[in-house]
């Protein structure tokens, strides 16, 4: 059981490039969100989903764009990177009802120059 | 909105000491608790969840975490600290009622304490 896979593990980007971070997920879940984790900031919502064609902003949405076309598949796009965008991105997934915990994937570290 | 405070960004313990991690959270209806490790360079795991069954909850690891409604506390607390649970530590919060709309399902981190254990 894959559980929430990401990838790339690790990106640099220069400052104006644009790309997508991938997250899918084998458990069915309609749950599924982004996070970024920046030292001492805990971590911060970007976007979430609760189901396919369904997405709502979080926290922290501007600079990023996502889509839900499948329950396995909610990629995050950056549109223009810029050196704010410098973090550790978090997907996570989580099943019905408010108890079901969140199901993270490993992370996506990106460095943006 | 509910929030949760972590006190203490930095915990230092000795081998074989108690592990206290402190956290508060803010919600006006009834919360559901969690608290997640992480391990350098990966992402989070769930240690435990507290769900209204029992106000002691006891999790992976030999960590427990008491809800106190009368405090708005989860405290995460271990007997015996070993060198494996250096780590950082997440409590987080999610609300039993939607607020409206899609934002059911959200979970509110608070910004982590870091453990370190010494032999």
């Known amino acids: 059981n894959a559980g929430v896979t990401q990838t790339p593990k690790f990106q640099v980007l220069k400052t104006g490039q644009s790309m997508t971070l991938q997250c899918a997920q084998d458990?069915?879940?309609?749950?599924m969100s982004w996070y970024r984790q920046d030292p001492g900031m805990g971590l911060r919502l970007i976007h979430y989903?609760?189901?396919?064609?369904?997405?709502d902003q979080g926290e922290v949405p501007n600079g990023y764009n996502v889509s839900r076309s499948t329950t396995e598949d909610f990629p995050l796009r950056l549109l223009s990177a810029a050196p704010s965008q410098t973090s550790v991105y978090f997907c996570?997934?989580?099943?019905?009802?408010?108890?079901?915990?969140?199901?993270f994937g490993n992370g996506t570290r990106l460095t943006v120059t | 909105a509910q929030s949760v405070t972590q006190l203490g960004s930095h915990v230092s313990v000795s081998e074989g000491a108690l592990v206290l991690l402190r956290c508060n959270y803010s919600?006006?209806?009834?919360?559901?608790l969690f608290w997640y490790v992480q391990y350098p360079n990966q992402g989070l795991q769930l240690l435990l969840k507290?769900?209204?069954?029992?106000?002691l909850v006891k999790g992976i690891n030999g960590f427990e975490a008491e809800f106190k409604k009368s405090e708005t506390s989860f405290h995460l607390t271990k007997p015996s600290a070993h060198m494996s649970d250096a780590a950082e530590y997440f409590c987080?919060?999610?609300?039993?009622?939607?607020?409206?709309?899609?934002?059911?399902?959200?979970?509110?981190f608070g910004q982590g304490t870091i453990l370190t254990v010494h032999p």
């Open positions: 996570a997934s989580r099943g019905t009802g408010y108890n079901s915990p969140l199901h």
């Open positions: 458990m069915n879940h309609e749950y």
């Open positions: 989903s609760v189901g396919a064609g369904i997405t």
């Open positions: 919600s006006s209806v009834p919360p559901y």
């Open positions: 507290y769900t209204s069954a029992a106000t």
């Open positions: 987080a919060v999610s609300v039993s009622r939607p607020a409206g709309g899609t934002s059911y399902g959200k979970l509110t």
